[in-house]
């Protein structure tokens, strides 16, 4: 039994060296490999979002096998700096109110220990709806000529800017915008130089901050706040221009602001 044995591992030796002597002369043959596995793309209109992570409407905080539970953050009607508790499953969505919808296609779990997860979501962006973060009908822009009604700029007129060093520039609007608005409002803001400004209160201050985010007491552009407080818009529309230049910021009745509108 002993000798079968012994006699079986001596062909298999001479088997592996035979095939070895084999390979060596002839480097032609292709040795077979196993093809790797193409990763697969993600399409263009999908983003994966991970704890902790935030893509416009929608803070993701926890992610599980079937669900994500995150802060919603609405634009329109009322936008709000405030999340509210939300929980996606599997086909549900989460709006600003108005351009920007995530609806919930996918949960992967990573190959990690302990598991962790991403969550994928389809996001749809209706430019035909965009949320109305602009100005009141009865603002003026600072332009050369004067103090001129938002709904009188036009593309190619001549307005004030302040670049990136705080000058003053004249630069030509790249851009106007016009939305309609229902049940709209409006962060009053006066300052107690006599300045006040209607404004949604989601538009941008000249360094990002939200107007809506300004209280009582606040020193901004030299003066204190005095008034700030949310008031029912009459009006239809809102309005917002695009500056040319490094900032895109313009005066509305005084006060120092950021356009809302992308230059693409």
């Given amino acids: 039994m002993t000798k079968k044995i012994y006699i079986s591992l001596i062909l298999i030796i001479l088997a592996v060296l035979t095939l070895s002597i084999f390979i060596s002369h002839n480097p032609q043959i292709p040795i077979p490999i196993s093809p790797t596995p193409e990763p697969t793309p993600i399409p263009a209109n999908t983003i994966t979002l991970g704890e902790g992570e935030r893509d416009g409407p929608l803070l993701v905080q926890k992610i599980y096998s079937d669900h994500i539970e995150g802060l919603s953050f609405r634009e329109y009607p009322l936008a709000t700096n405030q999340g509210t508790p939300i929980r996606l499953y599997y086909g549900q969505s989460v709006s600003n109110g108005c351009t920007v919808t995530l609806t919930l296609t996918n949960i992967i779990q990573l190959q990690t220990y302990p598991p ?3 969550a994928v979501f389809s996001k749809e962006i209706d430019t ?7 100005l009141s009908e009865n603002t003026t822009i600072d332009t050369p000529y004067g103090y001129i009604s938002v709904k009188s700029i036009h593309e190619g007129d001549a307005v004030w800017t302040s670049d990136i060093h705080g000058s003053r520039q004249i630069v030509k609007v790249l851009k106007t915008t016009k939305v309609h608005v229902k049940n709209h409002q409006m962060s009053h803001t006066k300052f107690d130089d006599g300045r006040q400004v209607y404004v949604s209160p989601s538009h941008p201050l000249a360094d990002g901050r939200p107007i809506g985010s300004i209280v009582v007491g606040d020193t901004l552009d030299g003066a204190r706040i005095i008034l700030a407080e949310l008031v029912p818009y009459q ?5 917002d221009i695009l500056p040319s230049g490094d900032t895109g910021t313009y005066w509305a009745n005084g006060v120092l602001l950021k356009s809302t509108i992308h230059s693409v």
């Fill in 235 to 239: 009006g239809d529309y809102t309005y």
């Fill in 116 to 118: 962790t997860y991403k």
């Fill in 128 to 134: 035909n709806r965009p949320c109305p973060i602009c």
